[in-house]
């Protein structure tokens, strides 16, 4: 299956700072990107949908401002925590999609906000 | 909102046994997906059902979509404890995926 990328694995960050997450489709080219997030033993939810060179579909009751995204490419998303509080951490995973049903899921990236 | 419901929310078997997971919907579901989480892992898609009725199966995996197209049920036969994980039912609606609430699997070896 394709390979999608995320960076960091891990972050650790203090309140107040802004955190930026890559993802990257490695092997194709992804028209469009999703985030998701995922709090312990719970289920991931959708925060965002991503299509290149548009602004991103934000589901309902997440925060535009506080979650950036930004899908400069077809191979790239970044999504970027601003002002990061203790209740935003969690596993946050991209996943990438080229038109067919199925998403390639990245390896999360683990934000802890002390 | 739209919701896809899976029971059991947890379940601990002996190798050997079987085990299923059970996606139920209030609306018609346009297909399901299944996908596979392993602790500390990312989600792994398994299969998806588009078709009422629809049955598929990958080794001792049996997939099946119910004929309202309303339900879906993932079936392990004889567990091994490479199985443990949580196993997501999802459906994709306009390209959004909207994931069940998961069933988490442990196996006794």
């Known amino acids: 299956g394709a390979v999608v990328s995320q960076h960091p694995s891990r972050v650790i960050c203090k309140s107040g700072t802004s955190v930026k997450i890559e993802c990257r489709s490695l092997d194709f080219q992804a028209t469009t990107m999703f985030w998701y997030r995922q709090f312990p033993k719970q289920s991931l939810m959708l925060m965002a949908t991503s299509n290149e060179g548009s602004k991103a579909t934000y589901e309902q009751g997440v925060e535009k401002d506080k979650f950036l995204i930004n899908h400069a490419s077809l191979t790239l998303s970044t999504l970027t925590v601003t002002s990061a509080h203790p209740e935003d951490s969690s596993f946050y995973i991209c996943?990438?999609?080229?038109?067919?049903?199925?998403?390639?899921f990245g390896p999360g990236t683990r934000l802890t906000v002390l | 909102g739209q919701q896809v419901m899976q029971i059991p929310q947890y379940q601990h078997v002996q190798e050997g046994e079987d085990f299923t997971t059970y996606c139920n919907s209030s609306t018609t579901l346009s297909n399901i997906q299944w996908y596979k989480q392993r602790p500390g892992g990312h989600p792994v898609f398994l299969i998806q059902l588009v078709k009422s009725g629809e049955v598929k199966k990958q080794k001792r995996l049996t997939f099946q979509f119910g004929e309202a197209k309303k339900n879906s049920s993932l079936h392990i036969t004889a567990t091994q404890t490479t199985d443990v994980g949580t196993y997501f039912c999802?459906?994709?609606?306009?390209?959004?995926?909207?994931f069940g609430s998961g069933t988490r699997l442990l196996v006794r070896p």
């Open positions: 996943s990438a999609a080229s038109g067919v049903y199925e998403q390639f």
């Open positions: 999802a459906e994709d609606s306009s390209y959004k995926l909207i």
